[in-house]
């Protein structure tokens, strides 16, 4: 609650999303205060960057093309390259989404995330 407010004066979204795509070396960013409209947003940019170029090959199949991240706003950061107050933490690798046409992976931090934010799923999903 404190967070939000704090976010709020600051003018600072709650979190920040973004999709990486590895060949081209391009950030797509969205900013939001609600988790469920990134993670919608994070899993279509990763399932579109993926079937965007259609290679027949088992190899390119399996081959990761794009990250996603979510950036959790923090009133008070420390992490071994960073300490900060304010600003938002950098995910690690282990906690980077990925797609690939077999699966995808979401990590424990960001279905944590969305459990703190009574994150609901729509009846369509049900």
Not at 95 to 120: G, Q, R
């Amino acid at each position: 609650m404190f967070k939000k407010l704090i976010a709020k004066i600051l003018g600072k979204p709650l979190y920040i999303a973004e999709v990486e795509i590895l060949e081209e070396e391009f950030t797509a960013i969205k900013k939001s205060n609600e988790i469920f409209s990134l993670l919608k947003w994070l899993i279509h940019g990763l399932h579109e960057v993926n079937n965007s170029n259609l290679e027949k090959t088992l190899e390119a199949n399996i081959k990761c093309k794009a990250l996603g991240k979510i950036r959790e706003f923090k009133l008070f950061l420390i992490q071994p390259n960073k300490i900060g107050f304010f600003c938002y933490n950098d995910p690690g690798s282990n906690e980077t989404m990925y797609i690939t046409n077999t699966m995808i992976y979401i990590p424990h931090n960001i279905l944590d995330l969305a459990k703190k934010s009574n994150f609901k799923l729509p009846n369509q999903f049900i």
